[in-house]
Structures are given as structure tokens and as C-alpha cells.
């Protein structure tokens, strides 16, 4: 079960640091991601990293901005959100998987998700 929290809201240019905890199981062997939803839009990749947590992935509207890194032995996966823009709002998905590379960035590929935690950025 995967937990994710850290939402709020926040003015144009802040930041948030959103978290996900495990809970039940151990998803290290798992890559972990994160999407986001926005009222009257499809669910969107955000970024993800894999078990190695090197070479992470990331859309390109947040590059540059987010940094997502995930902590093993406290079972957890972090979003650094910088320079928030108000198109950043939405309600973010942390999510765990297999995917191959190819995959990645597909919510198809993905068995296990948080609940959503909702952020919103002000202009």
C-alpha cells in the first residue's frame, strides 16, 4: 500500500516536497513514479525512478524544476517540486512498478497507487 502526502497550497514560484511511504510489502525491487491528474485531463507522467535510483525520468514540462529520489531502507519516494507553476496543479499519484524502460513513463505499467494528495498553485 502506498501512501502519498505532502500536498497543499502554494503561490507561483514555491515550493512543495511531496512523499510516499510503503506500507505492508517492501517496494524496493520496484520502480517507483509519480502522475498527476488534473480536473478534465487524462492522468499524466510526471517523473520515476528505477531500484538504482540513477537516471531518473522525467516529463519535459518539469525538468529542470522537480526532482523525484526515492529512499530504500525507509521504503519512501520523494518529488521536489521547485519554481511551482500554476499548471502544476493537479493531484499527484506516487505509483509502484515493473515497467521496462520503454515503459516507463506508462501508468499502464504500474500495479501499485497511492491514494493522491492534491496540490495547488496560485498565480
Known amino acids: 500500500q502506498l501512501q502519498a502526502s505532502g500536498g497543499g497550497l502554494v503561490q507561483a514560484g514555491g515550493s512543495l516536497r511531496l512523499s510516499c511511504a510503503a506500507s505492508?510489502?517492501?517496494?524496493?525491487?520496484?520502480?517507483l513514479g509519480w502522475f498527476r491528474q488534473a480536473p478534465g485531463k487524462e492522468r499524466e507522467f510526471v517523473a520515476a525512478?528505477?531500484?538504482?535510483?540513477?537516471?531518473?525520468y522525467y516529463v519535459d514540462s518539469v525538468k529542470g524544476r522537480f526532482t523525484i529520489s526515492r529512499d530504500n531502507a525507509k521504503n519512501t519516494v520523494h518529488l521536489q517540486m521547485n519554481s511551482l507553476k500554476p499548471e502544476d496543479t493537479a493531484v499527484y499519484y506516487c505509483?509502484?512498478?515493473?515497467?521496462?524502460?520503454?515503459?516507463?513513463?506508462?501508468?499502464?505499467?504500474?500495479?501499485?497507487w497511492g491514494q493522491g494528495t492534491q496540490v495547488t498553485v496560485s498565480s
Open positions: 505492508g510489502g517492501t517496494f524496493t525491487s520496484y520502480s
Open positions: 525512478i528505477k531500484l538504482s535510483g540513477s537516471s531518473p
Open positions: 505509483a509502484a512498478g515493473r515497467p521496462i524502460t520503454s515503459t516507463i513513463r506508462a501508468h499502464a505499467s504500474y500495479y501499485y
